[in-house]
């Protein structure tokens, strides 16, 4: 372990220049103004490098033509800024930070021309003003956005009295013109203002401003002089403020969020107290049906109808009493047999079919809970170690930090759930145990290995085709999947078979050698086929499904406004808050399924826990699907394939771990009941 983690901080390090690690300053120090990205609005993941648009080179030191010159350089990433789709490159703009007795504001005014505009580079130009393009830049870590252009009517009309010189009000001047069928024209901002606002040796904030009088039609031959003015002036705002700005309060923290947590609490609360009806009043009549039917075997009699037998007891599950005070248990009813779920003892414990496939998932549903558990918890806890919101592509580091780490989880959990079953099978008991069937661990182990990297590198491997296809940013990058590549083969994978070793020489059973309280029948019991409706685990699994993306879905639809329309998502605390909830709820709505299956005398419980609380994806994948049509304005086959390859893989994730706890839950239950119960 100790030579894994320096592997790890290699592979995910990234390097960064010290000032801008730091964000501290002193007078003189040159200050970086690097350029990110550019593309429509309505498609995050449509983005391009700046500089595909021809944008000219200021005239300072860093331009193409002076040795040494930083003009479009390359920034260094961290795997996790690459992931996400950063792509920062110098923009060839000179910031020198000011002296501490500069008095008001000092400008720098940065110019350059373009050479005549070809056909090509108009059409550029005219495509982003006509696609609402804009794009982002950094400072000191502090983004900024700005707008390309705009499609305008001739602007020597607009510049009228009723609009003024200023051009103040364009969309009055373009609604106007639309009306009278006019043709809109590409003009692109040439002028704009960048104020930096400092407190010491520290940054606080950055704005940028685009001059509407500087708005230029895009024609061919033109030259455009484009105009940067940098302007500096002082705050009294502390640094750990900064980012403050960034963080609509007003959108996370609104109401309907807090009520969303509470009408989830109270669904929890009811689904407790439902499971807690069966576990106190429901089983406890069984327990005590069973117990006097056990009580009646020497007594002849000719009845066997369970209506009958809840003669015998009363609301609370406790048995009638004969006129001397003692159990009635010369009823009619002596001699009943076994009914409803413990009439399954000798079946419930049975080999789920296909082991070595639900080991693996399982496996990897416990690698993300522990990973959606650690990431959250590292979130929340910003405050020690900085806000993850704050630093590019840190949730994606901390991401693949918690997946590899947590592979040994992955192993552990398949190998031991395999183990328990394997028993169970025909190949268990003819090879004496659990200690045969090496094909059979072999299969588990490799399946528990490949699963989730499989799926994810078959969806990502597809996006990437697309994203090379368009050059978009937003491709992974060969050195980037080089050191994914590694991390998985000399980190994740390594502790993943060594969890499945562990599973496998686990003891299960603590001191009994049998680790389920039944004996499990050589013969498998044949199901009844007339059984009511709610004893269908088809009927079931979409209402258990229903009810734990209800306690979610508000949540999921900061999450994903976060996700797609550049919000900064901060409230880790609400996130812990719902995924505890999510927890609660996936397990008490499992838990119903299961009994009244089990209550059909069908014991393939396994699979239909699972399913049950997997559900929950196919209802997460629909709302993005109504969420991608309703509340945005999502167009092209980029952003679309990105959005559902990415949503596929957040369902598909989503669905993994509340099946794993759904079945975690059922399997709890199906031990409690079946231990507790006295068996021939």
Not at 551 to 580: P, R
Not at 624 to 643: E, P
Request: proline share 5%.
């Amino acid at each position: 372990m100790n030579r894994l983690l320096p592997l790890l901080a290699f592979l995910l390090a990234g390097h960064t220049g010290a000032d801008e690690y730091t964000h501290k300053y002193k007078a003189g120090d040159k200050v970086d103004l690097w350029v990110n990205k550019v593309g429509p609005y309505a498609n995050p993941q449509e983005a391009y490098e700046y500089y595909i648009l021809p944008y000219c080179a200021p005239d300072t030191r860093h331009h193409p033509d002076n040795e040494g010159g930083a003009f479009n350089a390359l920034k260094a990433h961290s795997i996790g800024e690459a992931l996400g789709g950063h792509a920062l490159r110098h923009s060839g703009h000179d910031l020198v930070y000011p002296n501490d007795s500069t008095i008001g504001e000092t400008g720098v005014l940065e110019t350059c021309t373009t050479k005549p505009l070809d056909a090509k580079q108009v059409a550029l130009f005219a495509q982003a003003a006509q696609d609402q393009w804009f794009y982002q830049m950094y400072v000191d870590d502090l983004p900024v956005w700005g707008m390309v252009g705009e499609m305008l009517p001739d602007l020597d009309a607009a510049k009228g009295e009723k609009f003024g010189s200023d051009l103040s009000h364009l969309e009055e001047a373009v609604a106007r013109h639309e009306e009278m069928g006019g043709e809109l024209k590409p003009y692109v901002y040439t002028k704009r203002t960048l104020k930096v606002s400092y407190n010491e040796d520290r940054i606080i904030k950055v704005d940028l401003t685009s001059d509407p009088a500087s708005l230029t039609e895009v024609k061919l031959g033109t030259s455009l002089k484009f105009e940067l003015d940098i302007q500096w002036t002082k705050t009294n705002t502390p640094f750990h403020f900064r980012f403050d700005r960034y963080l609509d309060h007003a959108f996370f923290k609104h109401q309907i969020h807090w009520f969303s947590i509470f009408n989830s609490f109270m669904m929890v609360l009811f689904l407790m107290g439902l499971v807690a009806l069966i576990l106190l009043r429901t089983l406890r009549k069984d327990y005590a049906r069973y117990a006097l039917s056990h009580g009646r075997r020497d007594v002849e009699s000719g009845h066997d109808d369970d209506d009958d037998m809840d003669e015998d007891v009363d609301e609370n599950g406790k048995p009638l009493m004969d006129n001397e005070g003692r159990p009635n248990v010369g009823g009619p009813m002596t001699g009943v047999e076994d009914s409803g779920w413990k009439q399954v003892h000798g079946d419930v414990f049975r080999a789920p079919k296909f082991l070595p496939l639900l080991a693996a998932i399982l496996g990897t549903g416990w690698q993300l809970v522990t990973l959606g558990l650690g990431v959250v918890l590292f979130a929340v806890a910003g405050p020690l170690h900085g806000e993850v919101h704050e630093e590019r592509g840190e949730v994606l580091h901390a991401i693949l930090v918690f997946y590899s780490l947590s592979s040994i989880v992955a192993g552990y959990a398949s190998g031991s759930y395999f183990k328990l079953y394997f028993a169970t099978t025909p190949a268990g008991r003819s090879k004496g145990g659990s200690g045969g069937g090496a094909t059979q661990w072999q299969l588990t182990m490799a399946l528990t290995v490949l699963l989730l990297p499989t799926i994810l590198a078959g969806v990502l491997s597809i996006l990437n085709g697309i994203a090379l296809m368009y050059g978009t940013i937003y491709y992974i990058p060969f050195l980037a999947m080089l050191k994914l590549f590694f991390l998985w083969v000399f980190v994740s994978v390594p502790l993943c078979i060594l969890g499945t070793l562990l599973g496998r020489h686990a003891k299960l059973g603590g001191k009994k050698s049998d680790p389920f309280p039944c004996r499990v029948n050589a013969i498998p019991r044949p199901i009844p086929d007339d059984i009511p409706w709610y004893g269908v685990p088809a009927n079931l699994i979409p209402f258990a499904g229903l009810l734990s993306f209800g306690s979610i879905f508000i949540e999921l639809y900061y999450i994903l406004t976060s996700l797609w329309n550049y919000k900064f998502y901060h409230v880790y605390g609400f996130l812990l808050g719902v995924y505890a909830i999510l927890i609660l709820v996936v397990c008490m709505t499992t838990i119903i399924v299961v009994y009244f299956c089990l209550n059909s005398e069908n014991y393939l419980w396994q699979w239909t826990a699972f399913y049950s609380g997997g559900s929950t994806a196919l209802y997460v994948f629909l709302y993005s699907i109504y969420y991608f049509a309703f509340k945005t304005s999502m167009n092209g086959l980029v952003q679309t394939a990105f959005y559902f390859g990415y949503m596929l893989l957040i369902s598909l994730g989503l669905g993994t771990l509340c099946g794993t706890l759904g079945h975690w839950s059922a399997s709890k239950f199906v031990r409690t009941i079946f231990q507790n119960v006295k068996v021939d």
